[in-house]
């Protein structure tokens, strides 16, 4: 059987062969690195941003040619090398403006192939016998498979430890920028919509989004970011919204609406978010002030949903708890005056539970038994019967100071057991009640 013949890559022939190839190459170095960015741009359509960025590529391309042009031409240890500045700046570049590190090491492997196509063309000019060929064509793939194999790991953690202080200083600067817009001093626009990535000048919703009971997972704040990127793309604004972490499981948002004076947070869907992720809105607001004011609506909003206990509700708005959130100052009064106005219909059962929803609904109807039943789908004499247990339950007519009972109602569901009276506790008090009619 016959056996290929070995080659021998470390004779001084071949390594002068490769030399040679560089060298020729070199002369055309300014064609062939310009045929590799064009190359690289074509392939690549992330990495087609403004002129600086661009100039900076050609200079990245330009440089790492050249040092592996060097490595050849001089016999250069590869242990001795290290990347050029500019290829680190361009890596450093495209992390500050949140290219993905994918495109960057694309580009390596498209400018390996184009160059590597330049080494080869150039080495078939040179000689025609295969052993040489082959042999040159070895030393040479080694070189470069070895330089960008290095300089590929030079660029990851220089982009790596790029992004991350790119990311804690914008985070620090956003952070500063949002705090004093809350605080409501004067601020310079132009300079916090350069800072935030966000215009101003618009009509904003501020969000609250949280992790609830069910809160533990790794990252929770990369799960809190994508859930509310989910939101604001439902949202009829255009551009990204403002994203601040608070802790661990919390944070806040601001989604831009541009010229949309309303938001209808009914509409926003939370499929495909985790379960355990809750949201909080304000109203629609626009410039500065309502920067600050729908963000504080989202506060107490978030305050409103907290306060009803375990669970909370997926989804809450300021407009639908705006009175019970402004009563919030001091639970122990609230509760006092829930339990006051509603008597013995804020017993936290079931059945006083189904009273409670009826007569908020009656009430908030303007009193009409069949829109309630419409709103409800049941029998009008169902509701009929209803209105008069909530009555009996009430000790009143609900006509008597309605407006103090539809707030208590409103107050009972979104804060429920908070402020509503054990169903234990109502029997007993009941029984003692009965027991001390029975005495003579």
Request: proline share 3%; hydrophobic share 45%.
């Given at each position: 059987?016959?056996?290929?013949?070995?080659?021998?890559?470390?004779?001084?022939?071949?390594?002068?062969?490769?030399?040679?190839?560089?060298?020729?190459?070199?002369?055309?170095?300014?064609?062939?690195?310009?045929?590799?960015?064009?190359?690289?741009?074509?392939?690549?359509?992330?990495?087609?941003?403004?002129?600086?960025?661009?100039?900076?590529?050609?200079?990245?391309?330009?440089?790492?040619?050249?040092?592996?042009?060097?490595?050849?031409?001089?016999?250069?240890?590869?242990?001795?090398?290290?990347?050029?500045?500019?290829?680190?700046?361009?890596?450093?570049?495209?992390?500050?403006?949140?290219?993905?590190?994918?495109?960057?090491?694309?580009?390596?492997?498209?400018?390996?192939?184009?160059?590597?196509?330049?080494?080869?063309?150039?080495?078939?000019?040179?000689?025609?016998?295969?052993?040489?060929?082959?042999?040159?064509?070895?030393?040479?793939?080694?070189?470069?498979?070895?330089?960008?194999?290095?300089?590929?790991?030079?660029?990851?953690?220089?982009?790596?430890?790029?992004?991350?202080?790119?990311?804690?200083?914008?985070?620090?600067?956003?952070?500063?920028?949002?705090?004093?817009?809350?605080?409501?001093?004067?601020?310079?626009?132009?300079?916090?919509?350069?800072?935030?990535?966000?215009?101003?000048?618009?009509?904003?919703?501020?969000?609250?989004?949280?992790?609830?009971?069910?809160?533990?997972?790794?990252?929770?704040?990369?799960?809190?970011?994508?859930?509310?990127?989910?939101?604001?793309?439902?949202?009829?604004?255009?551009?990204?919204?403002v994203f601040l972490p608070r802790d661990e499981s919390s944070a806040w948002a601001w989604l831009p609406l541009g010229i949309q004076d309303r938001f209808e947070a009914a509409a926003v869907s939370t499929a495909g978010v985790d379960a355990d992720i809750h949201f909080a809105f304000g109203d629609a607001a626009k410039g500065t002030t309502g920067f600050r004011i729908t963000h504080q609506q989202a506060i107490a909003a978030q305050a409103v949903a907290l306060a009803a206990g375990s669970p909370a509700p997926r989804t809450v708005t300021f407009s639908e708890v705006a009175?019970?959130?402004?009563?919030?100052?001091?639970?122990?009064?609230?509760?006092?005056?829930?339990?006051?106005?509603?008597?013995?219909?804020?017993?936290?059962?079931?059945?006083?539970?189904?009273?409670?929803?009826?007569?908020?609904?009656?009430?908030?109807?303007?009193?009409?038994?069949?829109?309630?039943?419409?709103?409800?789908?049941?029998?009008?004499?169902?509701?009929?019967?209803?209105?008069?247990?909530?009555?009996?339950?009430?000790?009143?007519?609900?006509?008597?100071?309605?407006?103090?009972?539809?707030?208590?109602?409103?107050?009972?569901?979104?804060?429920?057991?908070?402020?509503?009276?054990?169903?234990?506790?109502?029997?007993?008090?009941?029984?003692?009640?009965?027991?001390?009619?029975?005495?003579?």
């Open positions: 059987m016959c056996k290929n013949p070995r080659v021998d890559t470390d004779r001084p022939a071949v390594a002068e062969l490769m030399a040679d190839v560089a060298a020729a190459v070199a002369r055309r170095a300014a064609s062939v690195s310009e045929d590799v960015y064009e190359v690289i741009i074509r392939e690549i359509p992330q990495l087609r941003g403004d002129k600086p960025v661009l100039a900076l590529l050609a200079s990245s391309v330009d440089s790492n040619i050249d040092t592996c042009l060097q490595i050849m031409q001089h016999r250069i240890d590869l242990a001795a090398v290290r990347a050029p500045a500019a290829a680190m700046e361009y890596a450093r570049r495209l992390s500050q403006r949140g290219t993905l590190l994918t495109a960057l090491l694309r580009a390596y492997r498209v400018g390996h192939a184009r160059f590597s196509d330049w080494l080869l063309t150039e080495l078939a000019r040179q000689t025609d016998e295969a052993e040489m060929i082959s042999a040159a064509t070895l030393d040479m793939s080694r070189i470069v498979a070895g330089y960008i194999d290095q300089t590929s790991e030079e660029m990851v953690a220089a982009y790596t430890q790029e992004r991350e202080t790119w990311l804690r200083n914008r985070s620090a600067a956003r952070g500063a920028r949002i705090r004093g817009l809350l605080s409501g001093e004067r601020i310079d626009v132009r300079a916090a919509e350069a800072t935030l990535g966000y215009r101003l000048r618009q009509y904003h919703v501020g969000l609250v989004c949280w992790a609830g009971d069910a809160a533990g997972a790794a990252d929770e704040i990369t799960r809190l970011e994508r859930a509310i990127s989910q939101v604001a793309g439902q949202a009829a604004g255009h551009g990204e919204p009175p019970v959130a402004m009563m919030l100052g001091s639970p122990e009064l609230l509760r006092a005056w829930v339990l006051g106005t509603l008597g013995g219909l804020a017993t936290d059962d079931e059945h006083h539970a189904r009273l409670r929803g009826t007569l908020l609904v009656f009430l908030q109807s303007g009193g009409s038994y069949k829109t309630t039943a419409e709103h409800l789908t049941l029998h009008k004499n169902t509701v009929q019967y209803r209105i008069r247990k909530a009555e009996e339950s009430l000790g009143r007519p609900v006509g008597e100071n309605r407006h103090d009972v539809e707030l208590a109602l409103r107050v009972g569901y979104w804060l429920g057991s908070a402020v509503l009276r054990p169903a234990a506790a109502s029997a007993a008090a009941d029984h003692d009640h009965h027991s001390r009619q029975r005495v003579p």
